[in-house]
């Protein structure tokens, strides 16, 4: 069966840097695109970032300039190199192997993802800013 499993949330000061990773078996990780969602508190989940199967990457404007997604895909590893980090940045991270072109910039939790199939997801991450 299909797992994605996250790891590096941890709680860090403003301006500090985290890296985010998340592993996945039990899918053909190069044909999937590579996202990660966060859901903050009181919040809808948002797409922060996406790794493409065609190469091409997204950053929302939030992190647009300081978050850097990367992937490995002989690791099936996908990466979110956090910088500058702000408190605003606090929320669950999610990643998400999602089929080519499906990309919802936001989803009341990661669970509605389950509308697109063949998508799946994690189990989250906690990153806590302060």
């Known amino acids: ?4 499993v996250e790891s590096g949330g941890d709680s860090v000061q403003a301006g500090g840097s ?16 590579m996202a990660w969602y966060r859901q903050a508190s009181g919040h809808e989940c948002e797409l922060v970032s996406n790794a493409r199967s065609d190469g091409t990457t997204y950053y929302s404007s939030a992190v647009k300039d300081r978050f ?6 002989d690791r099936n590893t996908v990466y979110l190199q956090m910088n500058t980090l702000s408190p ?3 929320a669950v991270y999610y990643c998400a192997a999602l089929p ?7 989803l009341r939790s ?5 509308i ?9 991450t906690q990153v806590t800013v302060s």
């Open 1 to 4: 069966h299909v797992q994605l």
């Open 100 to 106: 080519r072109g499906r990309e919802p910039i936001t």
């Open 88 to 90: 605003a940045d606090t």
């Open 116 to 124: 697109i199939p063949g998508a799946n997801w994690g189990q989250g």
């Open 68 to 73: 850097i997604v990367s992937r490995e895909n």
């Open 110 to 114: 990661i669970q509605y993802l389950e």
């Open 18 to 33: 985290l890296r985010l990773s998340c592993t996945a078996s039990g899918l053909p990780f190069g044909d999937f695109d």
